[in-house]
């Protein structure tokens, strides 16, 4: 450690001769694992610290950070003695996106970027990645309608999210009472692995039901056999489906706002019941998501309520199903 102090020293010495400053960075702490552990890892690189004219720039995901920002509350940590100052990055508000978005990339149009934005729940790496999944699915459809690309849009996300929570399943007990709800998040990961025109209201109303799990639980919901099932669920399991299911309602909520026609429209119908009606609302529910399901629920409910969508299942088929598709139905 001392070597490498002194290497230090030398090149800030010689750069400081050239009118030069030495910064370190050191992104992404958090993946080394838990918030102990990062901040194990700060004490332990304490000691390469303070070295004269060299600046060290550190970087963490939020939840591992706010281990970092309690001051030293209520006892003293590294942090107090080893960083000069920290500083929190905001998550971006939608006008914040709108100028972030713009600069790369003036083919994004409003409703893009309010897609975006709540996908992304404002946060930038996710922003720019769904700005940049937004302009790949143009390039390949050769199309810029709304509908159609945040229908896709959506739908990856929701197939690559559940592929994750799939695998986290697969890994718990399962009774056979309990198995049919694994079976039934099975059939809409089919659905949603390999869409097509065919397979649409199935997986529309698959997704429909299961957005809708958490309130299968309640006494005063009709949800068929699904509540005896759900009752039965051990709390990892029943805590991954709670997460699944909120997700769900999220991405169905975003479906049935972007991919249905008049936006324009109806975004001035929603913006009239106040703030829950507001795009930036989007965003607020999808950061409730990272930190609850039981959380993200109720702005996702307050959102729907502003949008007109419905706050249960529906009796009928979301869309018919198209007379022809055209990958799946042949005719001589």
């Known amino acids: 450690m001392e070597e490498f102090r002194t290497l230090l020293k030398c090149i800030a010495t010689e750069k400081a001769k050239q009118g030069k400053t030495v910064?370190?960075?050191?992104?992404?702490?958090?993946?080394l694992g838990t918030d102990t552990q990062a901040l194990a890892y700060l004490s332990e690189i304490k000691a390469i610290l303070g070295v004269p004219d060299v600046y060290y720039l550190i970087s963490v995901a939020e939840d591992v950070g706010a281990a970092f920002v309690r001051r030293g509350l209520p006892h003293r940590d590294v942090t107090d003695s080893?960083?000069?100052?920290?500083?929190?990055?905001?998550?971006?508000?939608?006008?914040?996106?709108?100028?972030?978005?713009?600069?790369?990339?003036?083919?994004?149009?409003?409703?893009y970027v309010m897609l975006a934005h709540a996908l992304s729940g404002g946060i930038l790496r996710d922003l720019l990645r769904y700005g940049l999944q937004i302009r790949e699915i143009q390039d390949k459809t050769q199309s810029h309608e709304l509908n159609d690309i945040s229908r896709h849009l959506v739908?990856?996300?929701?197939?690559?999210?559940?592929?994750?929570f799939r695998t986290l399943l697969s890994k718990l007990q399962w009774t056979p009472n309990t198995s049919d709800v694994l079976a039934s998040f099975r059939t809409l990961c089919g659905c949603l692995r390999d869409p097509s025109q065919c397979t649409e209201a199935?997986?529309?109303?698959?997704?429909?039901?299961?957005?809708?799990?958490?309130?299968?639980?309640?006494?005063?919901?009709?949800?068929?056999d699904d509540s005896a099932a759900l009752l039965e669920l051990s709390g990892d399991a029943r805590q991954l489906i709670d997460e699944a299911s909120a997700y769900a309602y999220f991405a169905l909520t975003l479906l049935d706002i972007f991919s249905t026609k008049g936006l324009e429209r109806r975004t001035h119908l929603a913006a009239a019941h106040g703030p829950d009606g507001g795009p930036e609302r989007?965003?607020?529910?999808?950061?409730?998501?990272?930190?609850?399901?039981?959380?993200?629920?109720?702005?996702?409910?307050?959102?729907?309520?502003?949008?007109?969508?419905?706050?249960?299942?529906?009796?009928?088929?979301?869309?018919?199903?198209?007379?022809?598709?055209?990958r799946h139905d042949h005719t001589d």
């Open 23 to 31: 910064v370190i960075a050191i992104d992404e702490v958090d993946r």
């Open 82 to 111: 080893s960083l000069d100052d920290i500083i929190h990055v905001h998550l971006s508000t939608l006008e914040e996106s709108r100028v972030i978005l713009a600069k790369h990339s003036q083919a994004l149009k409003d409703p």
């Open 155 to 164: 739908l990856e996300e929701l197939a690559e999210t559940f592929a994750g």
């Open 202 to 224: 199935e997986m529309l109303h698959t997704l429909e039901q299961f957005a809708f799990y958490s309130h299968a639980t309640r006494p005063d919901t009709a949800a068929g």
């Open 282 to 326: 989007m965003a607020d529910a999808r950061q409730e998501l990272g930190i609850s399901p039981y959380r993200a629920r109720p702005p996702i409910d307050s959102i729907r309520k502003a949008w007109s969508l419905p706050l249960a299942r529906t009796t009928t088929g979301r869309i018919p199903r198209p007379p022809v598709c055209p």
